[in-house]
């Protein structure tokens, strides 16, 4: 449904420059002198004219207005004004509010940020659309500012835009093929598109470094478990974004690779030694400072030799003042992770939360559970003078320099005709297809079973898990796989069978794969007691070729010694399926090497497969 907010039906012309001026009237005298904004956000060198400006724009704001300006906050709906009753339930329930417009309206938030399953990004020209009428909302408001949109655009597993916006393979598997040009390719096309699409600021990439195997939250999110090729990869990827005009964000700061707790669930700790932080978690992040990063994100997590307080990061003045602002020198955008979730809410009350975090020296706080209960408790320590509204002013003038930056005061709007564009072209998703098939790697291959030729294996059934695709992309993976093997010229049949097939589900592959020359099997996080083992094991008693894919972690490999050949492919998105078929098949060849260490299941100290490994044809 076109967002009836944004004009003419479909919205196919964006409103002209003279009603972005009308809107923006206040923010454009006081930016008339200057122009477009380029000062690095990343960077102590800002222009002082510029900020001598926004300053002026900052003293005119009602106290409220800037405790707003503060916030990035959740809205349902596929449309700032009109969005759908379920969505407008939601947003009474959780928010006090119906709309986006209301929202903005109540609290001036400076910035919304697209979840899909807050039913916000369902295609191109609806997100576009609904992000023009974010924009014509707030630039409506008496001292309207422009909104900074973001999401989560990580790609692999964690992505809110599916197709047909073009899907890059995760960090992990950019790890595994250890190209900058092509980290800096997937800033540079990413890019481009969310910016098509109103949003500026992305939330990636994860300076993480997934030192820990067990790691819950993070795992192919990060690089690998080299501080200095996640270094590389992360200061490219940023790089890239940089030439696209996004706002990228590293994180989670001061590192979450070593965890084996989820903070979406609980407060993890890592017991990192200062000189361990230094060597193991410090060096991506300082290499995106060093390229101009524009935000940092926080982690909900307590490192103990950083802050002997046991506050988490999020709420650390000694973390994020001492070392990110003092040490590490950086001057931009300080966001936190979602304030919803359990980590940093252990410690403290949600009305604590958004002050604590300010005090720690955040600038942009996240997503509260409740915004009325964060906005009010803000409001209220300024007027208690627990917080100084100058300390708020430090926040707004980094905020507003970004947006600035970004182009936000010149031309908040975007267009059908950008979208059809940029989003999803041909060219891009070809850029995609050609970074996966780098980043594919062969663990196993005993005795030249890979590649398959169709000529003697014809026949093929292709098992696994499904996991549900966080990510937009078609799936079930097992059906993309056979999709692409079909294409490839093989007859391929998909049998689904789950992270925790039943006896009865394993008999039905096992009869399954007596009719067929070879099988393919998709394995999802498998552990010592999974029933996965129990479905691979009985295939390769058949007798048959048995060939595996991990589609998720690459240390599925160490709990199936049996498998004659084992390729990593670090995700279930399309893109990844499609590589590794290609790779299957012979049509490309496995050029990918482990960017971690894989430990043997019955003795973790010791590697099975070290980083680098990868075999060719």
């Known amino acids: 449904m076109p967002d009836s907010s944004t004009g003419s039906p479909g919205n196919t012309a964006r409103p002209s420059r003279r009603a972005v001026i009308a809107a923006t009237a206040g923010v454009t005298t006081a930016l008339a002198a200057g122009g477009t904004v380029h000062a690095a956000a990343g960077s102590a060198a800002h222009d002082a004219a510029h900020d001598s400006k926004l300053r002026a724009l900052i003293s005119r704001m009602t106290l409220e207005e800037k405790v707003g300006q503060l916030f990035v906050m959740r809205v349902y709906g596929h449309s700032a004004t009109d969005p759908d009753q379920a969505d407008i339930d939601a947003n009474l329930k959780e928010i006090g509010v119906r709309t986006a417009a209301e929202l903005l309206d109540k609290y001036r938030v400076g910035g919304i940020i697209y979840f899909a399953w807050a039913h916000n990004t369902r295609s191109p020209h609806q997100i576009a659309d609904l992000s023009n009428g974010i924009q014509k909302a707030s630039l409506g408001l008496p001292r309207g500012l422009p909104v900074l949109i973001s999401t989560d655009q990580e790609h692999g597993i964690v992505a809110r835009v599916g197709q047909p916006a073009t899907l890059f393979p995760g960090a992990m ?9 092509d980290a800096r390719s997937l800033g540079r096309i990413a890019g481009r598109e969310l910016r098509a699409l109103g949003i500026r600021q992305n939330y990636s990439p994860v300076a993480d470094v997934n030192v820990n195997p067990a790691n819950p939250v993070i795992g192919v999110r990060s690089f690998g478990a080299d501080p200095g090729a996640v270094a590389g990869l992360v200061a490219a990827e940023v790089q890239g ?3 696209s005009h996004i706002a990228s964000t590293a994180k989670h700061f001061p590192g979450h690779g070593d965890t084996v707790d ?4 609980k407060l993890p700790y890592i017991h990192h030694t200062r000189e361990q932080w230094e060597r193991l978690d410090a060096p991506p992040f300082r290499a995106a400072v060093a390229a101009g990063i524009d935000s940092i994100m926080t982690a909900h997590i307590v490192v103990p030799a950083l802050d002997p307080s046991e506050d988490p990061a999020t709420l650390s003045r000694p973390i994020l003042t001492g070392i990110l602002r003092e040490e590490l020198g950086y001057d931009g955008v300080v966001v936190t992770d979602s304030l919803g979730m359990e980590g940093v809410r252990t410690k403290y009350g949600d009305d604590r939360v958004p002050v604590l975090a300010l005090k720690a020296g955040v600038d942009q706080l996240l997503n509260p559970p409740s915004l009325d209960v964060a906005w009010n408790a803000v409001l209220n320590a300024v007027r208690d003078g627990e917080l100084t ?11 507003l320099r970004m947006k600035a930056k970004l182009g936000l005061f010149d031309d908040p709007y975007v267009s059908h005709a950008g979208v059809d564009r940029t989003v999803g072209t041909r060219a891009h998703l070809a850029a995609a297809d050609r970074i996966a098939e780098r980043t594919t ?15 003697s294996r014809p026949k093929l059934l292709v098992v696994g898990a499904d996991p549900v695709s966080p990510s937009g992309t078609t799936g079930p993976p097992t059906g993309v796989l056979a999709g692409a093997l079909n294409e490839l010229g093989f007859t391929a049949t998909a049998l689904s069978t789950g992270t925790a097939p039943s006896a009865a589900t394993v008999a039905k592959a096992v009869a399954a794969a007596q009719d067929v020359d070879a099988v393919v099997v998709g394995t999802y996080n498998v552990s010592a007691s999974s029933s996965q083992k129990t479905l691979v094991e009985q295939l390769l008693a058949t007798g048959k070729p048995v060939v595996a894919c991990a589609i998720r972690n690459p240390y599925d490999v160490a ?5 004659p050949a084992y390729l990593a492919a670090y995700s279930w998105t399309d893109v990844e399926l499609r ?3 290609r790779v299957i098949a012979g049509k490309a060849d496995p050029r990918g090497t482990l960017p ?6 019955d003795d973790p100290a010791a590697v099975l497969y070290p980083v680098g490994h990868g075999l060719r044809y």
């Open 559 to 563: 709990h199936l010694p049996g498998v």
């Open 596 to 601: 971690v260490p894989v430990q043997r299941a």
């Open 262 to 265: 989820d903070s979406h669930a």
């Open 241 to 243: 974004y940089e030439s």
């Open 389 to 399: 509204e100058s300390r708020l002013d430090e926040s707004i003038l980094r905020i």
């Open 441 to 455: 790697t062969l663990l196993v291959n005993e005795g030249g079973l890979l590649p398959l030729s169709r000529r």
């Open 173 to 181: 598997a950019i790890g595994a093929g250890g190209s900058r040009p």
């Open 579 to 581: 590589a590794a078929a």
